[in-house]
DNA sequence: GTGAAAGCGCTAACAT
DNA sequence: ATGTTAGCGCTTTCAC
């Protein structure tokens, strides 16, 4: 077997089956018009040299990379990894591919868009990480689909999104909170600027005053272990207590819950109801058991999936919101 | 400002700036002989036009794709999180890109792998996954480095390696074990093709015969939650019990420590010692306070990154074993 | 220092 | 059904 310092080009496998290069190309795109005869000679000069067409040069002339860039905010929430693996495969069997970029929390991604345009990737998928408005509206400009994942453009109309019902899952563990008893509930936020947070908080909040009690505290937790537990110890070191605390997400009602047990000696469920948002795999572990409204990962990336495989989103970009289900555990039962 | 159905090309800066087309492209290529004011006029033309190199039509040319393939076996364990975020950050810095695939464990990723090719990745990363001595026979063939992380490759000599110090962490887990003073210790291994695991094991089981004891048990976890729980409740069930379980990996560990919590109400550290692997952040938690041996992911990237941006390693690529170091936490603590 | 021209590997229109 | 040709957007000689 010759050793090939590069890769064989469609010319070598034209030359080595005796046809032309432009044939070789129909041999590798489906439903081309090729007889069945040299389509075979081209498949055997190609298996011989190992050949496969250059994706990237395909790209100049089709104007598609089959790129998708993805930039993902909080690499430490396993929600994402979950988003993150059942993206990956939807794209593979769509024939797209992932670029990923993971952006350093807080800062406008904006560096890591320049380089995902350089690409010429053919969507940009934002995964709870933001960008100015000037470089979102380049995009459209340039007919590159953005979509917001977990997460919703605060200034900017007229891109897509796909999120949870951060409103309705909220809502309801208000009112589970109340049902089970509690009476001084608390909410730990995220990052004070997540529209995910925030949409989570307001509804929250609300629900508890409809039904006639006030949000008793807050904190903020900016989604990581060491912000939540530190925001916990705040509301429990209150007098009196808070006895039930809503987190942001499961990731950080983890911390929570380790917080106030190793602490506070604090009994979950009896003495403390706890709950998230997400339903990760460790909310039903038997450590935290802990009530949480589900996020359906995999239902979330189908609608990615939709906006980005069908062009005529580009126009009306939707806004889609995915129930979810409220998990009932041990962390919010007091008996 | 005008609405751009397509990505603005060299030649439409080129026209607008008043200069040929190559004169562009000097403009945007590092230590090109250009005069200052050409380049401004360049640039200021380009800025107008929101111009971006188009890096697909560059590689055609240059060779280099600016493209790292990575393929992600078990996207289960935090590990492989942390690993990639550290990855996607370094080859930012270094001008590469991520080009990700998620592998589901067990199958070859010959078919994710053959996919990478078409876009010319510059280099290939397996992250515990593996492929077939064919394919990576013809990445050599075409000077594509091909790295495996966090394993070896079983039957192939001459693939560069980035894994943790197996051996010496496991016989250095089995010495404080036995010095802690526990008699029966099991091993939970994960899935029994992985080099890691198996080094792991023999390691330990061989340091145990070295000061005399035996290993007592062991079973396998495939690097799942629920295979771990298994294999804990399978070890536990037996008459006598272990006294100390060392796991393949923490995330492994954690599930142990559950499960023996949980169904067996063992007390962890004076009744049984759990030991992990990786010394992942939960490890610290207080949920656990597992005692595991580290693998620095920071430092193993960057060793990752050496092989990747040199291209003299291709002709003997390294195995580089990056030490660890032992955390002693309160699962191996009979006090 | 700058432009003209060739060509990277491919697809698509146009012949035949 | 197949070959010929043009050109996607860029880098890189080669003149000047």
Known sequence: MARRSSAPSAHDVARLAGVSQAAVSRAFTAGASISEATRAKVAAAAAALGYRPNLLARSLITGRSGLVGVIVGSTRNPFFLDALEALSQRLSRAGQHLLMFTASSGADADGLVEDLLKYRVDALLLMSASVSPALAGRCRDQAIPVIFFNRRPRTMKGFASVTGANRAGAAQIAEHLIAQGYRRPAFIAGIEASSTSRERE???????????????????????????????????????????????????????????????????????????????????????????????????????????????????????IVEGELKIRDSTRRV
């Open 202 to 320: 307001a509804a929250f909040a609300e629900r508890l005053h409809a039904c006639g009690l006030p949000l008793f505290a807050r904190a903020a937790g900016r989604y990581e272990r060491p912000g939540a537990w530190e925001a916990t110890r705040a509301l429990l070191s209150r007098d009196p207590q808070p006895d039930a605390i809503f987190c942001a997400n499961d990731f950080m009602a983890f911390a929570a819950i380790d917080c106030a047990r190793h602490e506070f000696g604090l009994e979950i469920g009896r003495q403390l109801g706890v709950a998230g948002f997400d339903d990760l795999e460790g909310a039903s572990w038997s450590t935290w058991k802990l009530t949480s409204y589900s996020q359906p990962v995999d239902e979330m990336i189908d609608r990615v999936m939709e906006i980005l495989l069908d062009p005529d989103r580009l126009a009306d970009p939707p806004r889609i």
